[in-house]
């Protein structure tokens, strides 16, 4: 059973926007690609870029379109060659011949035998035997009708050739057709002539010629210029299959054209065409060939429609590959692409123009002061909570224990909600999520009693009173780029750096990085990073560093975590000049077991997070927590974020 469709309604395809039927782009799996790209050393543009390019689980990225693109060009090439005119003529007229001569064997008179004579005497080319037949008086019937076939079918190719469209519409062509024909394209030249001399009257002459020709021309232009823009691309995808052609090809075709529709005026105004189109356009490429190696033979129009699909094809890879300055995924012809690889490409082409454009539009990327791109603090929370429910799964799967980082397990109430999450134990806050119930069923109507839902339900937030100041020392030098521990060191500070400002708010972080020197920086630097050859790792200006940022907390229990993959090979001199050797001088080991003890002193003990097997390293380290009342962990890189969080958790919890 069909439903029938309302009266005055319709159904079309949908362009208003973006389809609302379509799946929802997942800015969240869009977002952890993004940040994961830019914590490897990508800056946030080229991220987006790499993303684009790449595609989503759901959706083909520009690369994959692209590769379709060439798929269907090399088909294009591999299964087609341009003679198809050129046998088919050849086919009618060894028809023609052939039904003539049927027609003159059994004719015992002279002129049967000087008509024969005539037949065997054409010339080899089929060009100019077609030429040569211009005249001949048949006395087949079926010969004549295979003659005229000729001329129709080289009519119909040129004409198809430069109109789209206009082959199929030219079948069993009249003589009263013909003319209307010529009589158009003599139109045709006049006014594109006018528009070369710049005719003031040009849009009223346009405004006749279509009123008067305009059934030729489906495409329906709206002026000249986009009229010529139409003719142009045609005609030179015509010229360009001619290029394609041998010089043999070109020039039979080019004495064929003349036989067309038995009218030599035809091929002049196209002639005469041409010329103008290529004047108005020259930016057309007229000069250029491809080379088609296939076995189906296509004719003019169709050889003049496979060089335009092929043009198309170019311009869409040109689209695609978005290299060209102020290139946006807007810029893409859905409609070509669509002509060229069907609906479902279509359909991801949007979809990734609306990501892109959803990134922005959100708050997710931002502009920085100097005018590049970079990740906004929005998206920088959400990667953040991303990489934080990682480290606490890793750590669950690792302890055999549920998450005990939740804000507040025990303590005083510290004035910040969150919704109810399953397994939570902390107190109702009960105003608030009587509100939430009272806003969500605010249009149920009045008088109706207020029903509390689960997704009312917030909590009132608890945490210990007692502070944290805490330094997180990451080694920055090119060992841990080298060995694939950079991204792993990122998403470390990222997830403590959440852990702390979403759950631990009292506490105070510091983030320094140290190579050849120590430096503090905040989440949005570290993050954007770029790994970069440096020699040293100057684990003493680190530590000097976050002894800084504990007496600045004198309240707060000191914490020291220190990521390293690499024994101290710098130290910092009264002058500010960082010394390097390797291997390491005497000085910068008693250097940096200086600075451990006067952390000591701050009652800090030091946690050493070990990345690698050096022996060297190994013996140093554990010096070092012996010495602080510390201790060492040696994660693996995927285990850094839950070593390090888990180690706060477990001093945290001694507050």
Request: hydrophobic letters at 40%.
């Amino acid at each position: 059973m069909t439903a029938a469709i309302p009266e005055g309604w319709s159904y079309g395809p949908w362009h208003e926007g973006p389809d609302p039927l379509a799946p929802p782009v997942d800015l969240r799996d869009a977002l952890d690609e993004l940040g994961r790209d830019v914590m490897a050393g990508s800056s946030p543009r080229s991220a987006l870029e790499e993303l684009l390019r790449r595609g989503t689980r759901n959706t083909q990225g520009l690369d994959d379109l692209t590769r379709r693109l060439w798929e269907r060009r090399r088909e294009i090439q591999r299964r087609h060659n341009l003679d198809g005119t050129l046998r088919d003529v050849q086919r009618l007229l060894n028809e023609a011949l052939e039904a003539e001569r049927h027609e003159l064997f059994p004719n015992p008179s002279d002129d049967a035998r000087f008509r024969e004579a005539q037949l065997d005497a054409l010339p080899s080319g089929t060009a100019a035997a077609v030429r040569e037949l211009a005249n001949y008086d048949w006395q087949s019937e079926e010969a004549r009708q295979k003659y005229e076939e000729i001329r129709e079918l080289l009519g119909r190719e040129l004409l198809g050739s430069r109109f789209e469209g206009m082959k199929e519409a030219l079948q069993n062509t009249t003589p009263e057709d013909v003319e209307r024909i010529n009589e158009m394209l003599s139109d045709l030249n006049a006014l594109l002539a006018a528009h070369a001399q710049g005719n003031p009257d040009i849009d009223d002459l346009f405004a006749e010629f279509m009123d008067k020709h305009g059934e030729f021309f489906p495409e329906n232009p709206r002026n000249v210029d986009e009229l010529i823009d139409v003719l142009a691309a045609r005609a030179a995808a015509a010229q360009r299959m001619m290029n394609s052609m041998t010089p043999e090809q070109r020039a039979e075709l080019a004495q064929l054209s003349q036989q067309a529709f038995g009218s030599p005026q035809l091929a002049q105004q196209l002639a005469n065409l041409d010329a103008q189109l290529q004047a108005l356009r020259p930016g057309e490429d007229w000069s250029g060939s491809e080379r088609m190696s296939g076995d189906d033979p296509l004719g003019l129009a169709e050889g003049a429609r496979a060089m335009s699909d092929l043009a198309e094809l170019d311009a869409l890879a040109e689209q695609l590959a978005q290299s060209y300055p102020g290139a946006r995924l807007e810029d893409i012809d859905l409609d070509a692409l669509t002509r060229q690889l069907g609906d479902e490409a279509t359909v991801d082409a949007k979809r990734l123009s609306e990501l892109e454009r959803q990134l922005r539009d959100q708050g997710l990327l931002e502009r920085a002061p100097d005018g590049t791109l970079q990740l906004s603090p929005k998206a920088l929370r959400q990667l953040g909570q991303t990489a934080l429910e990682d480290v606490l799964r890793t750590a669950r799967g690792q302890s055999g224990e549920r998450d005990s980082a939740s804000a507040g397990a025990a303590g005083e109430l510290s004035g910040s909600t969150r919704a109810w999450q399953f397994g939570d134990t902390q107190p109702w806050d009960v105003s608030r999520t009587v509100r939430n119930a009272v806003l969500r069923t605010a249009g149920a109507g009045r008088g109706r009693s207020v029903k509390l839902d689960v997704a009312d339900v917030e909590i009132s937030e608890t945490e210990h009173r007692p502070r944290a100041a805490v330094a997180l020392l990451v080694d920055t030098s090119w060992s841990m780029v080298q060995e694939g521990r950079w991204l792993p060191m990122k998403r470390t500070a990222l997830a403590l750096h959440q852990l702390i400002s979403t759950r631990y708010r009292n506490d105070a972080l510091q983030l320094i990085t140290f190579g050849r020197y120590a430096g503090v920086v905040e989440l949005p630097q570290l993050i954007g990073m770029e790994g970069a050859w440096e020699q040293g790792t100057n684990a003493h200006h680190a530590l000097l560093l976050a002894g800084r940022h504990l007496r600045r907390h004198p309240d707060a229990q000191p914490v020291v975590l220190m990521v390293t993959d690499g024994e101290p090979t710098a130290h910092l001199e009264p002058d500010g000049t960082a010394e390097f050797d390797y291997p390491p001088r005497p000085a910068t080991l008693r250097k940096t077991v200086a600075e451990v003890d006067r952390l000591a002193k701050l009652g800090a003990s030091l946690t050493v997070f070990r990345l690698g097997d050096d022996p060297r390293l190994n013996a140093f380290v554990d010096l070092l927590a012996r010495r602080s009342g510390g201790r060492v962990l040696a994660p693996d890189a995927d285990g850094l974020g839950a070593a390090v969080v888990g180690d706060y958790l477990r001093t945290r919890r001694k507050l």
